[in-house]
């Protein structure tokens, strides 16, 4: 039988642009049949079709679209608390990575592991986002770098939405980083696996998008559009790791392509931002990643204001640089690290965090999205990115479900 329920609050951030700050609607109704809402408003508004609905009242509580996570690495092997420490007496990312540790270092971890085993690692970072009100999550590979690996770790991230009620979209990061055994020949590497990879992944229905890693650690401009040759060709979605480290004209190359997404962006120029405008890329940005590298190059915020690119925030939920699984924190970093209002911090994980995934059907409070809630013990959106270590979830609904 479909449910049908009308949810009353005190009010409701609906996240919708071009109205009151966060759309927010006091004394607020929404009108839910099945998995979709079918009608937000005032609750004098409510249609008469839906006043005998059986009703449920959250009182003073705030009602928000459920959280969105754009970017994450949560399948992973092992872990690098060894190179956190290695940091902390010193050493770079870089110094880290071309000494063989850095992403290499969960490469061979991963390589290793079981699909059960990544699994179940992935279901308690998974499960950690379930509880602060995610409804949405990005699982990317990367750490296989060969196709058996890279084929098992997005096997594991279809399992993961099959196994908690939580969307998950895949995407394909076989240009993560260049293998050991390619050492010396990167390119042979895209032409070889990587590329042949996307294809084998593709074929199986694993993949959403295809992402890269645009740095001077990783792979040069020249090499990724190799890659997203074929993902055009294939008709997926691309987005990109760029500027996070220096400006290789990354998020250039993303927005020719008419990219989802640029992502980390610290090192962005103006030409990327306006670049980005025109293409309606998003930006992610990824505050965990900056604090936990001691970065201190911020995203240039105003100038992706300034030409009115969306700005998403998400964890980068990964091993080495940053292994967050809060999404509240993330926010409060955004706005303490990046200078984001509260607004845009939520918003960024909501409207914007949809669209850097192509979602067209979440991420704000609207007929015909998706009863993806997020029901909150706060009386302010601001109190969402306010609070540091405290999670004042009072329900999730996903999908009309609890």
């Not at 293998?179 to 074929?203: F, G, K, N, Q």
């Not at 190799?226 to 220096?246: I, Y």
């Not at 607004?343 to 669209?355: D, F, I, K, Y």
């Amino acid at each position: 039988m479909t449910r049908k329920a009308v949810l009353l609050s005190a009010r409701m951030a609906t996240m919708s642009e071009g109205g009151t700050p966060y759309g927010l609607c006091r004394d607020a109704a929404i009108a839910v049949n099945g998995a979709k809402i079918v009608w937000v408003g005032e609750r004098q508004d409510l249609p008469p079709e839906y006043v005998d609905w059986p009703v449920e009242d959250f009182g003073e509580r705030l009602i928000t679209p459920a959280l969105i996570d754009a970017h994450t690495h949560v399948v992973f092997g092992g872990n690098r608390a060894t190179e956190f420490e290695m940091r902390l007496n010193g050493a770079s990312y870089e110094d880290i990575a071309r000494a063989g540790g850095g992403i290499l270092s969960t490469v061979n971890a991963t390589r290793s592991a079981s699909a059960e085993m990544l699994l179940s690692d992935a279901l308690t970072r998974v499960d950690a986002l379930i509880a602060e009100g995610v409804s949405t999550l990005e699982v990317k590979s990367g750490y296989g770098l060969d196709t058996e690996t890279e084929l098992k770790m997005l096997r594991v991230a279809r399992r993961i939405g099959e196994s908690r009620p939580i969307r998950v979209k895949s995407s394909f990061l076989g240009a993560h980083a260049v293998p050991p055994e390619y050492a010396e020949c990167p390119d042979d590497y895209i032409r070889e696996v990587c590329i042949p990879t996307l294809r084998a992944t593709h074929a199986e229905g694993l993949v959403d998008a295809v992402d890269g890693f645009c740095e001077g650690i990783a792979f040069n401009p020249a090499q990724i559009a190799l890659v997203f040759d074929v993902a055009q060709e294939l008709d997926l979605s691309v987005k990109l790791h760029a500027e996070q480290l220096s400006n290789l004209g990354g998020a250039q190359l993303a927005a020719s392509y008419g990219a989802l997404s640029a992502d980390h962006i610290e090192y962005l120029d103006a030409n990327g931002v306006s670049a980005m405008a025109k293409a309606g890329t998003t930006a992610v940005l990824l505050p965990g990643a900056f604090y936990t590298l001691r970065e201190t190059q911020v995203p240039p915020v105003d100038l992706l204001r300034q030409h009115q690119v969306p700005m998403a925030l998400a964890t980068d939920c990964n091993p080495g640089s940053s292994p967050l699984t809060s999404l509240l924190l993330t926010m409060n970093m955004g706005c303490t690290l990046f200078r984001l209002t509260p607004e845009e911090a939520l918003a960024g994980v909501t409207r914007n965090a949809a669209r850097a995934l192509g979602i067209n059907d979440a991420g704000t409070l609207a007929p015909g999205h998706r009863a993806d809630l997020a029901i909150w013990n706060v009386t302010h959106p601001a109190e969402l990115a306010y609070r540091v270590g405290f999670n004042p979830l009072h329900k999730r609904l996903f999908g009309g479900i609890e």
